[in-house]
């Protein structure tokens, strides 16, 4: 069916779907998490480093890319983050990209 479209829709629509997926599997991440915990996940809770406490900034927040960028430790107490955030992520993201293909 997106035969019928352009190559660079195609492309777009790709790019659009891995983004939600990532957004969607950092969501469930956090979902899950504070169910875990028995936390509030809506509401005016903020997402914090389970080892320190710190208040993650928007920077800290992005999906798959942060967790690369501070090579899967804690900016600030320097503590490893899970491997299971940044797979999940990419997980949602290809199945994004799969169901749109």
Same mark, same amino acid.
């Given at each position: 069916?997106? @035969? !019928?479209?352009?190559?660079?829709?195609?492309?777009?629509?790709? =790019?659009?779907?891995?983004?939600?997926?990532?957004?969607?599997? @950092?969501?469930?991440?956090?979902? +899950? /998490?504070? /169910? +875990?915990?028995?936390?509030?996940? @809506?509401?005016?809770?903020?997402? +914090?480093?389970?080892?320190?406490?710190? !208040?993650?900034?928007? /920077?800290?927040?992005?999906?798959?890319?942060?967790?690369?960028?501070?090579?899967?430790?804690?900016?600030?107490?320097? +503590?490893?983050?899970?491997?299971?955030?940044?797979?999940?992520?990419?997980?949602? =993201?290809?199945?994004? !990209?799969? /169901?749109?293909?």
């Amino acid at each position: 069916m997106l @035969s !019928v479209f352009p190559t660079s829709v195609i492309v777009y629509l790709c =790019a659009v779907m891995a983004l939600l997926g990532l957004v969607m599997g @950092s969501a469930l991440n956090c979902l +899950a /998490l504070r /169910l +875990a915990k028995e936390q509030k996940w @809506s509401g005016k809770s903020r997402s +914090a480093c389970p080892h320190c406490g710190h !208040v993650l900034t928007p /920077l800290e927040l992005i999906p798959l890319f942060s967790w690369l960028l501070q090579k899967g430790k804690c900016r600030h107490c320097k +503590a490893p983050i899970s491997i299971r955030y940044p797979i999940t992520e990419a997980l949602l =993201a290809v199945l994004y !990209v799969s /169901l749109l293909l």
